[in-house]
């Protein structure tokens, strides 16, 4: 899979943030934003996992994390970095400890050696100097095999001490703010404070990225922009336990769309519950359609489509639009790897009938007009907005997908050298 290295301008001005390496990539500053998701294998069972792995580093995935929970998981670790490396997969692994991190880290150091960025909760290593101690431990593993940190917050596992003084606070108040409010303000809290412990115990600035898990969309979009405010940090970004199916799909989409738009966030995960018996990777997908919809990042083309009426009760543009939307998924990678820059920005259009079908056509590098009900009458195909055929519902989809195959030639293919004549 070949991967955006470069920077892509957007309508929105990204927040300016320090940049964290995490084994082949850069997070933050003027960096792509990055896809990553978490596998849900039993992290022990190294084939499962591996293959979990490549499966969402395929659909684009940029950095993979999984658990970390136990000594058999940790030892796990090495074999699955190993297995990756061998078929070729430099994606980046993110180690997910709660509670025993600092032990297994320590216990294990070849897991600790094999990770590319360790994840903690600060609010779940401990409480009062247990809770210093353990975090600077884990802090001081991460110095020791120079591993950038990702400091995660959640609402559903907060530091208590925090959480119950804010709470104290706000009761002394004339008006006290709504309790949501109040355990926002301990996410954010949080978060500021062990950024600040973990660089007191001498952890690099730039080697820390800070999450905060909510799952209510207007306390993760209020938490995050005080953590932008707040932080230097990159921000890694996403609604958790966002739902299954089209709810977590749509919360996600809103709650990121919010944030992205106001340039905060260096790092996305859409955290769906997967439908049972499909794949997991339709969290990457739904991420990186968030982003390309906004014009922050460009992955493959995308299809326009209408959503059809009474006007089109044929299914014919349906099923042309689907064929065409996985056609172009497959081939995007094999045109990105034959060096055809700019091919993923194209626009492709396939329309119902003639009411808007003709203008949106135009509007796409290569579209294609259906005339409606029936389908029998000839479909109009467009490149850059002129008319260049005419052609049968029946012979269409072949006839575009060769015409889209001789557009990105033309238009995305390399440049071939002339040689200067002696």
Not at 233 to 254: C, M, N, R, W, Y
Request: contains cysteine.
């Amino acid at each position: 899979m070949i991967m955006d290295t470069e920077y892509l301008a957007s309508a929105f001005p990204r927040r300016k943030t320090l940049q964290v390496k995490v084994r082949n990539l850069h997070v933050g500053s003027k960096h792509p934003v990055v896809v990553q998701s978490m596998t849900n294998t039993d992290t022990g069972d190294v084939s499962k996992t591996v293959a979990q792995i490549i499966e969402l580093y395929k659909a684009g995935s940029e950095m993979v994390r999984f658990t970390v929970q136990n000594v058999r998981m940790a030892k796990a670790v090495k074999g699955i970095r190993e297995a990756l490396d061998d078929l070729g997969y430099d994606v980046p692994l993110i180690g997910d400890f709660h509670f025993n991190g600092h032990q297994l880290l320590r216990e294990v150091p070849e897991c600790a050696e094999a990770l590319d960025k360790y994840r903690i909760n600060p609010g779940n290593v401990g409480f009062g100097e247990r809770h210093d101690d353990n975090f600077k431990a884990f802090i001081d593993l991460a110095k020791e095999y120079d591993k950038p940190v990702r400091i995660g917050v959640n609402w559903g596992s907060l530091d208590q001490t925090i959480l119950t003084k804010l709470m104290e606070d706000n009761k002394k108040r004339k008006v006290p703010k709504p309790t949501h409010i109040v355990t926002d303000e301990a996410v954010v809290e949080s978060a500021v404070q062990s950024v600040k412990k973990a660089v007191e115990y001498g952890l690099e600035p730039n080697r820390i990225i800070v999450r905060t898990k909510i799952s209510e969309v207007p306390d993760m979009v209020t938490a995050y922009e005080i953590l932008a405010d707040s932080l230097e940090q990159p921000l890694h970004v996403g609604l958790t336990e966002a739902g299954i199916g089209s709810k977590g799909i749509v919360a996600s989409s809103a709650a990121l769309a919010m944030l992205l738009s106001k340039g905060i966030g260096d790092t996305i995960r859409v955290s769906l519950t997967p439908t049972p018996n499909t794949s997991r990777a339709e969290e990457v997908i739904v991420s990186r359609q968030i982003l390309q919809s906004l014009g922050i990042r460009h992955f493959t083309p995308l299809v326009s489509s209408c959503p059809g009426c009474g006007r089109t009760t044929s299914i014919v543009f349906q099923e042309m639009a689907e064929e065409l939307t996985n056609y172009l998924q497959e081939r995007t990678p094999e045109w990105k790897e034959k060096g055809y820059k700019g091919v993923e920005e194209m626009k492709v259009a396939v329309m119902g009938c003639v009411v808007n079908g003709p203008g949106e056509s135009k509007h796409a590098n290569l579209g294609i007009s259906l005339p409606g009900t029936g389908e029998d009458p000839f479909c109009i195909i467009y490149e850059d907005g002129k008319q260049v055929a005419s052609v049968r519902a029946s012979v269409a989809p072949a006839e575009f997908k060769k015409r889209l195959e001789a557009y990105v030639e033309s238009h995305y293919g390399k440049v071939k050298e002339v040689t200067a004549p002696n």
